[in-house]
């Protein structure tokens, strides 16, 4: 089952998606285009660098020996078909197609064996990076990284149980219909079961919680006007458009 949230005649409500249409708790069925997508999910999102060996090598790094990992804010969560702004005046912006295991229950000194037992779901992001900020790969500063809007995340989470294989998984992003970026799962350094046993071991993860696994190689820079697509096989295709920053705060003044 693919389980959504999206905002629909003025409130927010979690839905199921049913073909082209969501059931919303309350039993009314929309059409998927009359709804504004929200992030599927709304916790702390740990997010990694570096962690497919060929993105790597085409960074010229050696693979990390343990996770590299950062937090990302909430804030910078946005839903699918939703706009993503590209700040004035920098350099190279670029995509992150990642695979993102939703946690389900509380999970504290979980071991290998048991960790994908505390999976609840599988969604999609696009983990947009400003990379004129970037002083250190293995530490992305707060510019980098943790921008209003800039982390797309849906369309929605689909059941661990529908998704029994995630080592073999298919990534791919295109920018204005031309692929520009294909990877595989199993190209992952540290998989999701280390994950949760290394994040796990010195912190409590909470039902709602992320972890944004990271991106194959293949990069390139997004400019206004480009729609960007993000897919990762069997859990979803998230679409976002990149707009100017005057466009985007103009559009969305508090």
């Not at 343990?66 to 804030?75: M, N, T, Y």
């Not at 197609?97 to 064996?113: F, H, S, T, Y």
Request: charged share 25%.
């Amino acid at each position: 089952m693919k389980h959504a949230r999206i905002q629909f005649d003025g409130q927010a409500h979690d839905a199921t998606v049913e073909d082209d249409h969501l059931r919303l708790a309350d039993g009314r069925l929309v059409h998927q285009d009359q709804v504004t997508w929200l992030p599927p999910a709304t916790g702390s999102m740990f997010a990694l660098g570096l962690n497919y060996a060929d993105h790597a090598r085409e960074l010229a790094f050696a693979p990390p020996t343990e996770p590299l990992a950062f937090i990302k804010s909430p804030g910078t969560y946005t839903g699918h078909n939703q706009v993503t702004w590209r700040p004035d005046n920098v350099e190279y912006m670029h995509y992150e197609c990642e695979l993102v295991a939703v946690i389900g229950k509380a999970a504290k000194n979980v071991k290998r064996e048991d960790a994908l037992a505390y999976v609840a779901g599988y969604t999609v992001c696009n983990d947009y990076a400003i990379r004129d900020y970037l002083e250190n790969y293995y530490r992305p500063n707060l510019r980098v990284k943790n921008r209003d809007a800039t982390t797309p995340v849906g369309p929605w989470i689909v059941d661990a149980a529908d998704v029994p294989d995630v080592s073999n998984l298919k990534l791919r992003t295109w920018i204005n219909g031309e692929l520009k970026q294909e990877g595989t799962t199993a190209d992952m350094i540290f998989d999701i079961p280390h994950l949760i046993e290394y994040f796990s071991s010195f912190m409590t993860l909470q039902p709602g919680d992320m972890i944004a696994t990271g991106t194959p190689e293949g990069l390139a820079d997004v400019v206004p006007g480009d729609e960007v697509v993000v897919e990762v096989e069997g859990v979803g295709r998230l679409v976002n458009r990149i707009v100017s920053e005057a466009d985007f705060f103009t559009n969305n003044k508090a």
